[in-house]
């Protein structure tokens, strides 16, 4: 299972300034954490809560519709192409960067047990989609564009140019090679998907974009590719009855949560760094930082209050960021947290050959680079804990799909209880949709042409 350790933020390693006294912060809270924990669990099946995120580990049928596809088209198409934004990307970019081959997209078919390639569109730099589309073979390219409320500007802007691409070259076959993943009842994408005849796969009621990486947002490309959805299914079910206890001193998620919101509320460190000592898990902190930062980033809590919370989430991976973030971290504002994900065992072993030992760098022969990464986690773990810096370390077992999905279920729930203890909606994202309705007048859309002039005035004043 997944394993938390906290002893380097208690106050008994790092000193009263800047630790906690875990022990009785945990005993402090326990009757709060549990009422929490509660009510998500008994909410979690009412509409309007928007926790149905936390039933898709059961969700059997999902599991049998996306297997079914996937064994229909299998060997039809070399690419997968993903076309979706924020929550409707960033999820499988960590999950396939995570489980499948590295450099999974440079393999021959053979090396790939001839599985197609996966790219993901999650951004609309014109440079980069006319790049990929001109490396691209779309007769042999399955596009699966994603956008719940089917609106999306820039996913749906990718699409039509993707879209009227692939007519020209397919004629009225194009429709064969669009998956849509959308709402189940309104939005754009689902009436053209009707119209047109699109495969459809459904993102339930109540499940936002941030959260939706175990629904078909994330199941159908990691099934394209070959991963063992039900093995993360697996995963997220026996994690999910330990995160169900009500007792802090037995539920690492409340453990974690409660370490970030007193290191914010009494230490005033609230920026939250996520190192995982892996490549392969390069993008998990990509996903945590919309994780974060939309759920936890409100003007107000739940009393109407202004109130201006939320953590600042961090990006890094070591050993890579030891040389461009450490110093700060050691030596800078003592204003944050940094957790540090540790693989336990690797897949690989690289030995390093006994070769230069007459140099300074002689003593590094006979080792391996798994030994050297090792000594990196520690070190860096070590000269924290040396300057008074809280950390926090989340050990997996190996990666694979059991363990990744535990570790990214974990992380979402920690931040449901996170909001809890905030006391805000960690579902909401207003300060998001500000931005899309400027965005709507400035591309002429109907409706918003009232606030377009003055909006061009003040870019004007900006640029």
């Not at 201006?308 to 030891?322: E, I, Y």
């Not at 449901?416 to 805000?424: K, R």
Request: glycine share 8%; charged share 25%.
């Amino acid at each position: 299972m997944l394993r938390l350790n906290c002893k380097n933020s208690d106050c008994k390693i790092i000193g009263d300034v800047h630790g906690l006294n875990l022990e009785e912060e945990f005993n402090n809270s326990a009757e709060k954490i549990a009422d929490i924990i509660r009510s998500l669990n008994q909410r979690k099946d009412k509409p309007g809560e928007w926790l149905q995120w936390m039933n898709l580990g059961y969700n059997e049928e999902t599991i049998w519709y996306v297997k079914e596809f996937a064994s229909l088209v299998e060997g039809r198409f070399d690419n997968i192409l993903v076309l979706g934004i924020g929550g409707s990307a960033l999820g499988g970019m960590a999950v396939t960067e995570a489980l499948l081959k590295p450099y999974w997209n440079f393999l021959s078919p053979e090396q790939r047990n001839n599985l197609p390639r996966i790219f993901f569109l999650d951004n609309i730099d014109p440079d980069a989609i006319n790049g990929l589309l001109d490396v691209l073979d779309l007769k042999k390219t399955l596009v699966n564009v994603i956008t719940k409320s089917g609106d999306t500007a820039e996913t749906m802007s990718q699409f039509m140019v993707i879209k009227d691409l692939m007519e020209k070259v397919l004629g009225d076959d194009y429709r064969k090679n669009i998956i849509a993943t959308t709402d189940k009842k309104m939005g754009i994408l689902r009436q053209l998907a009707d119209q047109e005849g699109y495969k459809i796969f459904y993102v339930p009621d109540d499940i936002g974009g941030r959260f939706s990486v175990f629904s078909s947002v994330g199941l159908v490309p990691f099934a394209l590719v070959g991963l063992d959805i039900e093995k993360m299914m697996s995963g997220i079910k026996d994690i999910d009855l330990e995160l169900k206890n009500t007792d802090i001193h037995q539920n690492i998620a409340a453990q974690y949560a409660l370490i970030h919101y007193l290191m914010d509320t009494k230490k005033d460190k609230n920026i939250t760094v996520m190192m995982p000592y892996s490549a392969k898990l390069k993008y998990i902190p990509d996903w945590y930082v919309q994780l974060i930062a939309e759920s936890l980033g409100k003007r107000v809590n739940k009393n109407n209050e202004k109130v201006n919370v939320g953590l600042t989430p961090v990006k890094a991976v070591g050993a890579t960021d030891q040389h461009t973030q450490l110093q700060l971290m050691n030596e800078g504002p003592n204003n944050k947290v940094v957790t540090f994900i540790r693989v336990a065992e690797f897949d690989t072993i690289l030995k390093i050959p006994k070769i230069f030992e007459y140099t300074g760098i002689g003593y590094l022969g006979g080792k391996t680079i798994n030994d050297l990464m090792r000594a990196e986690t520690y070190s860096t773990m070590v000269s924290l804990e040396d300057n008074q810096r809280p950390t926090l370390t989340l050990t997996i077992d190996k990666i694979d799909e059991y363990h990744v999905a535990q570790l990214l279920y974990m992380l979402e729930v920690q931040t449901a209880i996170l909001g809890e203890l905030y006391n805000i909606n960690t579902f909401d994202q207003p300060g998001v949709e500000q931005v899309k309705n400027y965005m709507y007048a400035l591309m002429g859309r109907a409706g918003y042409e009232g606030s377009a002039s003055a909006l061009r005035e003040k870019m004007g004043i900006m640029i």
